[in-house]
């Protein structure tokens, strides 16, 4: 079988110049403890081996090239230059104890053109390699950076990207990235058959659900999936991954301003979520103030504090547990897709 990934070119590459196993230990090692980027400087393998990886994979470990950088006090966005021109990005937050977390790209573009989603106006232009979606991560490592959590929120729909189960192979490998999988989201806007392999394959991994209308007409006018995996279906497959996992499941809520933050709203999205069996309290709703961009519709605006708080009351009053995320780094477009539409207007001005 072709290998997917550099991991598995490598393992391919020791096994045809008959080296012994520990030789991939000693290459992981290089990467994940010692942090040495290039291969020539992996001075413990011998030169013909060295020569080799050069030969098979370049002479840099990582395959991404940086070519946009913005950061704030908390937030670092990197966009990368990846392969035929296409640009990939991924945000870095640094929260106060010390943890990093990173939202990543699963694809470059995306298809299934929300209305609300400044990605979902670039269109599909293709699914990032496994490479591509593990280098994300690898270009913190290198720069000395810890690597706590991921989620998969970055441009794209991971779970319409079948690279992303490989991906995830290689981030829990403890041979290689060694993260466990409870430190990985997965985000979706309901991909079924997808959330089904997430269950079978991945089980402690989370799961985000990006709801944001309660109502399918209204949902399938936001949300295009919504006609191929209506909500019932969708609800009805995160309830067997609760009961087949004991995990939690996250419920992504945009709030836009009288669109879908109205007090029948959050009735209707409390009663979506009660009654649904013992295992209610594992839902959980993030509610998500919106943020607007140069590239995003006008149409959207994000709600008034008041009417968040309302929205916040009538959920918590119906028992179901919320939380309004804080909204880091609006300050440098650190929203999903947005580093990327900035790129795209400088391309254009040069
Ligand atoms: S919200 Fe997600 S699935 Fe929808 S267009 Fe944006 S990136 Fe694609």
């Known amino acids: 079988m072709k290998p997917t990934s550099k991991y598995e070119t490598i393992q391919q590459l020791l096994l045809d110049m008959k080296e012994p196993a520990y030789r991939f230990s000693q290459i992981m090692d290089a990467i994940f403890k010692q942090r040495i980027g290039e291969y020539e400087q992996m001075t413990l393998l011998p030169l013909r081996l060295r020569n080799e990886l050069i030969n098979k994979l370049g002479g840099r470990v990582l395959t ?19 392969a035929k021109g296409d640009r990939i990005e991924a945000v870095q937050l640094r929260y106060e ?36 979606i593990t280098d994300q991560l690898l270009y913190f490592h290198f720069h000395g950076q810890s690597l706590d959590s991921v989620s998969f929120m970055g441009m794209g729909e991971a779970l319409a990207n079948p690279h992303l189960f490989d991906a995830l192979s290689t981030l ?8 466990g999988q409870r430190r990985i989201t997965v985000s979706t806007i309901g991909i079924v058959p997808g959330i089904e392999r997430v269950t079978r394959e991945f089980p402690q991994v989370n799961l985000t659900f ?23 279906d969708v609800l009805a497959t995160l ?51 919106y943020n607007s961009t ?54 254009l001005e040069n």
């Open 64 to 82: 991404l090239t940086p070519s946009l950088e913005q950061t704030s006090k908390q937030v670092n966005k990197v966009l990368f230059a990846a």
């Open 97 to 132: 104890r010390g943890w990093n977390s990173y939202c990543i790209s699963s694809q470059c573009g995306c298809g299934y053109g929300c209305s609300f989603c400044a990605t979902g106006t670039i269109g599909l232009k293709r699914n990032l390699t496994v490479d591509e």
């Open 172 to 179: 829990t490998d403890p041979a290689i990235f060694g993260l």
């Open 210 to 232: 990006s709801l944001h209308s309660p109502f399918d007409e209204q949902r399938s006018e936001l949300m295009p999936i919504n006609k191929r995996f209506p909500l019932a």
């Open 239 to 289: 309830d067997r991954h609760i009961r087949a996992t004991g995990r939690k499941v996250y419920i992504a809520y945009i709030l836009l301003r009288d669109v879908n933050d109205s007090n029948e709203h959050a009735e209707a999205v409390s009663a979506l979520l009660n009654g649904r069996g013992s295992w209610n309290h594992l839902y959980h709703v993030n509610l998500i103030p």
């Open 294 to 347: 140069e590239v995003t519709p006008q149409t959207y605006k994000q709600s008034d504090k008041d009417r968040i708080n309302q929205f916040v009351h009538i959920l918590k009053a119906r028992g179901v547990n919320v939380t309004v995320r804080t909204q880091f780094g609006s300050d440098i477009d650190a929203a999903c897709g947005q580093l990327y539409g900035k790129s795209e207007g400088l391309f």
